[in-house]
């Protein structure tokens, strides 16, 4: 592990005082409280080491090769990072309006460091893209079972009234959606359409051409066969207009895809012929292989459901051309009897704070088979024992009974029985824990809508893994500074007076 090299913190303007303003006040306090947590449980200061490492790593390099300007201007960089993102994901603002934000918020310049008495230098829509992908994912579940630990351990020293409670969990499943359009099966065809002519529109653009219309045009016939196929439906039969209007997309599809197997091999070819780095043309490559090797199934599979009028299987189906590990999840439940995306498992504590997590970029495995790995990492990671467990009756099974019995782990599952349900019911403990779990949908929801966004703006399944890890760490400063705090003498004088 790297030295951290000491690095002053710029002397900062004094925050304005700012009255008559109660939700400002308290974001104030909110970002004051969260300020002392990070410095408190060191966090700050194993997330700064944690990404020199990484750098380090990334370099091929060791402490010897990097001078101590160098080191230091990333340590900077590292601490701003930490606050920049706990920022965007506790306001769920994009880079862009973020930047702006900084730019004209005294409040979040002293929180992110960017202030000083001489001026304010405000990391661009770019840096905080990047500053989003400082640290691994696998590098974040550590930070924030430090904080956790820290806050069970060492309660006051982070100035709070009790120490934290993590001896009981609670557990469910939830979806989080993907940033795609809804599949329908005909507009996988526009999508790959689209982006094929966009990226031969850029190709041509840097003179390298060969004979065909212009890009616009397919594009535009496409859209019109889109329209067709959507006033179909009102016809008298319209499963007859459907299938005419497919085949002939299918037959332009066709076109589109042979011009972009005649430019991707040009491009490939010729590119020194180009403005553009090496670099800069395999990304336009890729763009065209990720849809050439994706549209041959697409345009099967568009025939298959409204042509031969077959079922095609959930792990068999495109989604989306451009997320691959995007799942059809079955939650049956009103308003969403299925979604697309990528299944969340969540594991709550009693003060609301989120233990375990885990998203799955396959399909998810069955709910039963879910809580023992999701045990065993909270007593891993936290470094205690589980004393009890609630869920719904989605995790029920004899063989979860018979392991939390050989745990001594208190079994609060719902059972799948109604009669057990009611025999259950009859304890004061059991239901205790059923009446508290019905709260983790709460905390799902508070979960997903405010920190996470709905859908999901990550694109990727590794960044949207990444981005829920900076979910959890955002929520669990936020419920912290929330929880009652040490009084100190000053505020229990002005109390008794």
């Not at 402490?63 to 960089?77: A, N, V």
């Not at 905080?128 to 579940?141: A, G």
């Not at 065209?288 to 095609?312: F, K, M, T, W, Y």
Request: one cysteine or more.
């Amino acid at each position: 592990m790297s030295n951290l090299i000491p690095f002053p913190q710029p002397l900062q303007p004094r925050l304005p005082t700012i009255e008559g303003n109660v939700d400002y006040r308290e974001f104030e306090r909110q970002l004051q409280r969260i300020d002392s947590l990070l410095l408190a449980s060191s966090v700050e200061t194993q997330f700064i080491t944690a990404s020199v490492d990484h750098w380090l790593a990334k370099r091929h390099t060791d402490d010897s090769d990097i001078t101590p300007r160098q080191q230091i201007k990333f340590q900077e960089h590292s601490r701003r990072a930490l606050r920049c993102n706990i920022v965007r994901t506790l306001l769920q603002l994009g880079y862009r309006k973020l930047a702006v934000r900084l730019a004209d918020s005294p409040l979040l310049q002293w929180f992110c460091g960017l202030s000083q008495m001489d001026k304010v230098t405000v990391p661009s829509k770019s840096t905080l893209q990047r500053y989003e992908t400082w640290l691994p994912q696998e590098q974040m579940r550590p930070l924030i079972q430090q904080l956790l630990c820290q806050g069970r351990d060492q309660a006051p020293g982070l100035q709070l009234a009790e120490p934290l409670d993590l001896e009981t969990a609670f557990l469910d499943c939830t979806c989080v959606k993907a940033d795609i359009h809804f599949p329908v099966d005909w507009v996988l065809l526009r999508d790959a359409t689209r982006t094929l002519m966009q990226a031969l529109h850029l190709i041509r653009q840097q003179g390298l051409k060969h004979r065909m219309a212009q890009p616009a045009s397919f594009i535009t016939r496409m859209n019109q066969l889109c329209i067709k196929m959507t006033h179909s439906a009102r016809q008298a039969d319209s499963k007859k207009q459907r299938k005419r209007v497919l085949r002939e997309m299918k037959r332009l599809t066709q076109v589109v895809r042979g011009h972009a197997q005649r430019y991707r091999a040009l491009l490939d070819q010729q590119w020194e012929k180009t403005d553009w780095t090496r670099p800069q043309a395999k990304q336009v490559l890729r763009r065209l292989d990720n849809v050439l090797s994706q549209l041959p199934a697409a345009l099967h599979q568009a025939h298959e459901r409204i042509i031969g009028e077959r079922l095609v299987k959930n792990q068999d189906k495109i989604l989306s051309l451009y997320e691959p590990d995007v799942q059809v999840v079955v939650r049956h439940k009103a308003g969403a009897d299925v979604e697309f995306g990528n299944s969340l498992l969540l594991a709550e504590s009693v003060q609301g704070l989120i233990l375990d997590w885990e998203l799955f970029a396959d399909r998810v495995p069955a709910d039963p088979s879910l809580l023992k790995p999701c045990v065993q990492r909270v007593e891993k990671g936290l470094k205690q024992k589980l004393k009890g467990l609630g869920t719904d009756r989605g995790f029920d099974s004899a063989a979860n009974r018979r392991w939390l019995g050989q745990k001594k782990i208190f079994n609060g599952m719902c059972p799948r029985s109604p009669e057990n349900l009611g025999a259950r019911m009859t304890e004061p403990r059991f239901a205790a824990a059923q009446k508290r779990r019905s709260q983790t949908e709460g905390r799902i929801s508070i979960f997903k809508n405010n920190f996470l966004g709905r859908p999901l703006r990550a694109r990727g399944f590794d960044h949207r893994s990444l981005a829920v890890s900076w979910g959890v760490l955002t929520h669990n400063l936020w419920v912290m500074a929330r929880l009652p705090q040490v009084r100190s003498a000053s505020q229990e004088l002005c109390r008794a007076a």
